[in-house]
Each structure stands twice: as C-alpha cells, then as structure tokens.
C-alpha cells in the first residue's frame, strides 16, 4: 500500500465509523471494517511519520451528535485489540508478558454504555463517544428497566457494559417497522444504538433493551481481580451471562472459545468474538494503555459466516497501478444480510491455488475485503461443464501487454484511460514533480472537461483552459500555470519517481540517476541488475516499463528541463550508518532525511539491532524505548547539529 491509498483507505475508514456508530445504518460488515483498520494499522506501523490524524487508529468511537448535551467519563472509556487466530492471540499474551490467570467472557454485538453512580443513586447515563466524551442520555437510560436505578454501594463509580437486543426481540421490532412502511435495522447492534440515541424516550421504552456489564471506570473499590469486582457488580442487581470463565493459561481461553463459537446461534443475542483479559488488577495497571487499547485486554473475534454459491464467471479490473485483479461474477446471495453477486479472487496464483472454474460451486466469506472474498471449492459438485480460467495477456482497457510478475500482473501502459487520471495525481504529487496547487479535484475536474489526455498534457495548460471552470479566478489560473512552468526545472530522480514504475520508489529512482543519468531509458534488466539493491523484479519492471514508455520518456526530455546532480555523499560520522528519525523536529522530517543521506547515511523508518542512530525530537514515542532498550545511540536534535559542524 502507498501513502495516496493509506489516504484513501483512511477516508474509507471513517465513512464506516460515522455510519457505523452516528447514522446506526452500517455500510460495512463488522468483518470488512475489521478488516481495513488491520491495513491501516499495519501500515501506519511501518510508516510513523505518515499517521494521518484522522485515522480511526488514532481516536476511540465516533463522533458526538448535536442532538444530546456532551457529558465527560471521569475515566476514559477505551477500545480494545482485535486478535483473529489463535497465532495472534498468543502474540498478544507475549506483548503482554501474560501467559496465565485470565478472565473471558462473551463478546455481545450492541452498544457501549457508561452509568455513573453516586450514593446509591443513578445518576446519568453515557454512550461512548470519543472515549472520552459521550452523549448525555440519561432520560432513555431510565427507560431500560434491567438497569437498577439504586444500588447498594455510596461510592461513586462508573459501570460500564453493552446495551443490546436480543435476536427474537430483533425479528418482531423489524417486523413490526416493515407494517408501517418504515426502514428495517440493518442488525441488532445498529438498532440497539438507535434505540439509546432517541429524544423520544417512549421510543427507547418499548424496544425491550438489556445491559449486560463488563467492567468498571471510575472507582474506589478494593479488590485484586476484574473477576472479583464483576461478582460485586453483577451482584448489585444487574443481569449476568451464564458464559463467564476463569481459565488458567492460553490452553483453556483456546478451549472457551471453541466453546462459544458453539454456541453462536444458540444464544438468544448477537455475539461476534470473546472477550480475554489478564484477572490480575496490578499487572493492568503495570501494562497500561497504548493510543487506542488497553494492553491487558483483546477481543478474540469470530469468524465470518460463509455461504456457497456457484461462479458464473470472472471481470477483470485494472487499478490506478495498472494492476489487473480478477473478480468473480457470483450467483447472487444473501450473506450477513448483504446481497452478494461480487467476490475477490485476489490474484491469479489464488485461482491456481484454489483450482478455481467458472461453474464451480464455491463458498464466499465477508471477511473484510470491500467486497466479499471465495474461501473454498466444492470441487465433488463438478458435473464436467467447469470451464479453466486463463491468465490474461493483453489488458482488458488499452489491450497493451501485460507485465506477468506471477503473483501480479500489471499494465505498463501510462496511457491505459483506466490508470491515466491516478498516474496524473501521483506525477503532480509533492514527493514527485510537486506542482504546487494540481492536486487530485482539479486534476479529475481538468480531465471531465477533457483539457488533460495524459501526463505530459499538462505542460500544454494555458489560461483559456480555466476560465470557464468553476472556482478558478485570474490569480488562481497564474498561481497554478507558475507552478506546472517551474515544476520543469526539476532533478532527474523526482521525474523517474514520478512515471510510477512498479517497484521504483524514490530511493531506487535516486540510484539509477546516480548511476547512469540521462541514459538510464537506453539500459537493460542486466544493467539495472548491477545497482546495489536491486533484484531481478526490480530490473524487470523497469525493462518492461521503458519498452512501452521509451519514446514518451525522450518527449518528456524535450518538454522539461531536467537536471541531475546527484552526487558522491562525503564522508561524515553518518557515513554507512543506519539512522532512524522520530519525534517533532524543528524542520520538516524530509530536510533531516535528505542531509543524512547526503553524508551517506541510510535513513530507515523502524528500530532495529541494526540501527546506529536514533535523531530524537519531542514527544517520542515506541521507538525512542525501544532505542534505550537495545542499547542504540540517541541524539537529540542539538547533539546533531553540533556533529555537522
């Protein structure tokens, strides 16, 4: 994943949230948003410097709604992690320095509440929220008649727990919407939240909610274990699962969840995982909190529910990328109440691996791609009418042959209408030519009124092509037409960036015009094979991409004034040394990389034993403990500087 698809995928992301938690009308099951924060997270790990504060990783629940009061949790209400197999489960206990003493319980599908009371006496009730601020709907919470109004402790404190309504419960309230022509709840959890969001409070009455508790905020009790305060809770008056363990090491949470995913369909509400958590109160408190999660605590999801269907047959679709990816044509069905008719069969390789044939019945999971995804062939259905699916060789848009990597099989061809206007934005781009002003609306609106066809046409714009375009003043036209002229006195490197080679970001554009410079188009695989960590797909891709590309490369030269001065790094401190840059600094990120490399450092973005360096601003954070823990050189920003002198 690059970083315009991590932007993409982020926007995505909180469409979901606001569906999900704000609107109660989900546009994603809970597998394919599960899904999507996994690649964000995994990214955004490997990509600190490119966390967008917007991520959903980076903030708890959704967004606070105009209709109610805004209340503050005295204690922060939190996430947790997901874990999905029994491999991540263990690595969560390892992370956790956990291996025994846990306390797990039935995960239920509704609505985060949080009750604060106070000498005995309820006294407000709060959704969520932020994690930090929720929704006041205190009025609704003294409709819900399990929750006790009155309890038998003066302390002040929070209990917390899911609002949630039970499946029959469910089936009459939709059928009772479908006799008055009102939209049906997508599932119970949606309509659990619907039901504590209403200004309506007669509304919230009859649609028979239950709370279940599953923790504490704010507190003063004395107990060692969650277990122990969970029996004084439950003991209060509130309802209480008949699916609680105490399990003393992985073996036996691994046993209780076989255990309740048996039970799945039997239990009278919607349940999508466990819930494990370290029992010892003094190992929490040690382990803490990362932005998001408790460290002491995971959700151990579910698995989706499959459905077979037949395969009528494959679409191919070319991505911004130019990679081609087949997607399979299903018999429609119902799946997690959704319509299925699509499902992804990732790459060709997948087919092959699967053994996959057009008629082939198959089962189709929801398990958090956009679209749904085929698990398994039932190859004993076969009646001799399953047809092989072939590799394509030319693609399917512009016909241009296709580069066949194996697992991937892309079209090199700029000039392919399905990956013309993405090539445009990633040329434009700031890391690329960096025209200043041509960012992704513009470039699409500029392409609609067909005054771009291809990258290059750029260079042709003239202020008649704006004038007539919405938004577009006389200081805007001049700004932006600056901006595309001094975009071509640009370096070499940024230009070959730029053309979106597959395999060929900035560091390895730098190399081949540190190495052969405006000659780098006349090379070979067995040249570009030479480079210095360079490996055949590398040189492959590049051989490929300029025997479709070379003649708009040398047009590109007449219309640009490219320079290279790439030049031998001099010798410093720095010089063969792994750098790893984190925290704020006073300039930019990308001035501190560029300096390093030009004294001949390597600058990496993880922590490693092989890291010589670690430049460290302020508010550091995992990387500067992990530093201090492998023993690596720490510098702070003024330690550096005095060492360029």
């Given at each position: 994943m690059d970083y315009e698809q991590y932007l993409e995928k982020v926007s995505l992301a909180k469409k979901y949230v606001k569906a999900y938690y704000v609107d109660d009308k989900p546009l994603a099951s809970d597998e394919e948003y599960d899904k999507l924060l996994r690649e964000l997270k995994d990214f955004e790990s490997k990509n600190e410097s490119l966390i967008s504060k917007d991520s959903?990783?980076?903030?708890?629940?959704?967004?606070?709604?105009?209709?109610?009061?805004?209340?503050?949790?005295?204690?922060?209400?939190?996430?947790?992690?997901?874990?999905?197999?029994?491999?991540?489960?263990?690595?969560?206990?390892?992370?956790?320095?956990?291996?025994?003493?846990?306390?797990?319980?039935?995960?239920?599908?509704?609505?985060?509440?949080?009750?604060?009371?106070?000498?005995?006496?309820?006294?407000?009730?709060?959704?969520?929220?932020?994690?930090?601020?929720?929704e006041d709907i205190s009025l609704n919470v003294l409709e819900i008649d399990n929750i006790p109004k009155t309890i038998a402790y003066k302390g002040k404190i929070e209990i917390r727990g899911e609002v949630l309504i039970l499946k029959d419960d469910f089936e009459a309230l939709n059928e009772s919407r479908a006799k008055e022509a009102q939209s049906l709840f997508a599932n119970p959890r949606n309509a659990a939240s619907g039901s504590l969001r209403q200004l309506d409070t007669s509304i919230t009455r009859a649609r028979k909610l239950k709370f279940y508790p599953w923790g504490v905020g704010e507190h003063s009790l004395n107990f060692k274990k969650h277990s122990e305060i969970m029996d004084f809770i439950r003991a209060l008056g509130f309802l209480k699962d008949d699916f609680i363990r105490l399990c003393e090491n992985l073996d036996e949470v691994l046993k209780a969840y076989k255990e309740l995913l048996a039970l799945r369909d039997k239990k009278p509400m919607m349940m999508d995982g466990m819930v494990v958590r370290i029992d010892d109160l003094a190992l929490c408190e040690s382990l803490g909190y990362t932005v998001k999660f408790p460290r002491f605590m995971a959700a151990f999801k579910f698995p989706a529910l499959e459905k077979s269907t037949k395969l009528l047959g494959v679409n191919l679709q070319v991505g911004r990328s130019?990679?081609?990816?087949?997607?399979?044509?299903?018999?429609?069905?119902?799946?997690?109440?959704?319509?299925?008719?699509?499902?992804?069969?990732?790459?060709?390789?997948?087919?092959?691996?699967?053994?996959?044939?057009i008629n082939d019945y198959v089962a189709v999971i929801r398990s958090g791609d956009v679209i749904p995804k085929i698990t398994n062939v039932y190859k004993d259905r076969r009646e001799g009418k399953e047809l092989l699916i072939s590799r394509p060789r030319l693609c399917p848009v512009c016909e241009s042959e296709l580069l066949d990597e194996g697992i991937l099989i892309r079209c090199q061809n700029l000039n392919c209408e399905a990956r013309l206007v993405n090539s445009i934005i990633y040329f434009v781009s700031k890391r690329c030519m960096n025209i200043?002003?041509?960012?992704?609306?513009?470039?699409?609106?500029?392409?609609?009124?067909?005054?771009?066809s291809s990258i290059e046409s750029i260079y042709s714009l003239k202020y008649s092509d704006f004038e007539n375009l919405e938004g577009f003043k006389d200081k805007k036209i001049n700004n932006l037409l600056s901006s595309i002229e001094a975009s071509k006195d640009n370096e070499l490197f940024k230009f070959i960036s730029a053309l979106g080679i597959e395999h060929i970001g900035e560091v390895a554009a730098k190399k081949i015009a540190s190495c052969f410079s405006f000659e780098w188009l006349d090379k070979k695989k067995e040249d570009f094979e030479k480079l210095?960590?360079?490996?055949?797909?590398?040189?492959?891709?590049?051989?490929?991409?300029?025997?479709?590309?070379?003649?708009?490369?040398?047009?590109?030269?007449?219309?640009?004034?490219?320079?290279?001065?790439?030049?031998?790094?001099?010798?410093?401190?720095?010089t063969g040394k792994v750098v790893v840059i984190t925290g704020s600094l006073s300039k930019p990120r990308d001035e501190f990389k560029a300096l390093l490399e030009s004294m001949g450092a390597k600058v990496s973005s993880s922590i490693s034993a092989k890291t010589d360096f670690l430049l460290c601003g302020k508010d550091a954070g995992s990387k500067l403990e992990k530093a201090k823990a492998l023993g690596i050189k720490i510098l702070s920003e003024e330690e550096f500087n005095s060492l360029l002198v």
């Open positions: 959903p990783t980076q903030y708890i629940g959704s967004v606070i709604q105009s209709e109610f009061k805004k209340i503050r949790h005295l204690k922060k209400m939190w996430s947790m992690e997901d874990v999905f197999d029994e491999e991540e489960l263990r690595a969560w206990a390892k992370r956790a320095r956990c291996e025994k003493g846990f306390f797990v319980e039935a995960k239920f599908d509704g609505a985060s509440l949080n009750l604060l009371y106070e000498d005995g006496k309820l006294i407000s009730g709060a959704t969520r929220g932020d994690g930090e601020v929720g130019g990679l081609v990816t087949p997607v399979a044509v299903l018999e429609p069905v119902e799946l997690d109440g959704v319509r299925v008719s699509s499902a992804s069969l990732h790459n060709f390789d997948e087919i092959a691996r699967l053994d996959i044939r200043d002003g041509l960012g992704e609306s513009i470039v699409e609106l500029l392409y609609k009124h067909k005054k771009i210095e960590g360079f490996g055949e797909q590398m040189a492959l891709s590049l051989e490929d991409f300029l025997a479709i590309n070379k003649e708009r490369i040398l047009h590109f030269y007449s219309i640009l004034r490219l320079k290279n001065t790439q030049q031998e790094s001099k010798t410093s401190i720095f």
